[in-house]
């Protein structure tokens, strides 16, 4: 099929796809997976049952649901088939999808995802998003019952998607194991784990954080205390002859001020030492409420 024209292929996705499309276009002996007609974002795909295993015979169909920023970000697969092992139209939570963006690699295509899937159909669910955990006498009984079922959407047979087995099929196999071996499945429970951990983290940091400026704020306090303490003796202890002495020196003492201007300076003298206290206390404060404010959010 060809999608020229409906979509713009100067996308990084839609060339990615229309690549695999093409390389894919011819059903192997293990998988097969192609577009739906009018859609390149959803394909279908078919994966055969691995060999030795509860599911050898059987023959699976099922969706893929990509992202329009893929091959950035992975896709979501889920199964349409009846098989003992997966959830039925619901996301399958493995390494390689959707579930797990931290660990997908652009470099990973819809070959790997399948080839994947394959490995991990014998493996134990242990809870994962999706799985199920059937009988080994139902799951064979729904492989060999596989062969007929049939899509209703695209119309395929699971009996005719994909070629028949040869010796080249047990390569593919050997792959999809080692793939297996590679990625994993993560249960709800180690995803809920690494929330609390990521919470229990991110607690402990802002407690820090709040204990780091909660100390600083009483440092600030505790040097301006000091600093108004200081101005205060200085006030106290300098005797007014000694001021007012000062102030007569720094005049020349060939223009004596007269009384009146005597008395302003003295009132300017009393002035400052009144109103730098005063800012010094307001700074105090202010730097504070400032600081607790930071304390608060955090």
Not at 100 to 112: A, G, K, L, N, V
Not at 216 to 226: G, I, N, P
Request: net charge negative.
């Amino acid at each position: 099929m060809s999608f020229e024209g409906q979509y713009n292929t100067k996308s990084a996705g839609v060339k990615r796809l229309m690549k695999e499309a093409s390389e894919l276009r011819e059903p192997t002996e293990l998988f097969a997976a192609q577009p739906i007609e009018d859609n390149l974002f959803e394909w279908h795909f078919t994966v055969r049952g691995p060999a030795d295993s509860d599911f050898d015979g059987g023959i699976y169909h099922g969706r893929i649901i990509f992202p329009p920023e893929y091959p950035m970000k992975p896709p979501n697969m889920m199964i349409l088939t009846p098989n003992g092992r997966f959830e039925l139209n619901k996301k399958i939570c493995l390494s390689i999808s959707g579930y797990h963006p931290e660990t997908w690699q652009p470099s990973w295509s819809i070959r790997t995802a399948l080839l994947a899937l394959v490995g991990f159909m014998p493996t134990d669910g242990a809870g994962a998003i999706g799985s199920l955990d059937y009988p080994a006498v139902e799951r064979k009984r729904l492989a060999k019952k596989s062969l007929e079922w049939t899509c209703k959407e695209c119309g395929k047979c699971m009996k005719d998607a994909l070629r028949p087995l040869s010796e080249a099929a047990a390569q593919l196999q050997d792959e999809a194991k080692e793939l297996a071996k590679q990625l994993k499945f993560q249960d709800e429970t180690t995803l809920r784990a690494e929330i609390s951990k990521a919470a229990t983290e991110t607690a402990t940091s802002a407690e820090t954080n709040a204990q780091t400026s909660a100390q600083s704020t009483s440092d600030a306090a505790e040097t301006v205390e000091e600093v108004m303490t200081a101005s205060v003796e200085t006030e106290t202890t300098t005797p007014a002859s000694v001021r007012r002495l000062s102030i007569s020196r720094a005049s020349p003492s060939s223009t004596t001020p007269s009384r009146p201007s005597q008395q302003r300076e003295s009132s300017i003298d009393r002035s400052l030492f009144l109103i730098v206290p005063a800012v010094i206390v307001c700074t105090a404060i202010f730097v504070i409420l400032l600081a607790r404010r930071l304390a608060l959010s955090f």
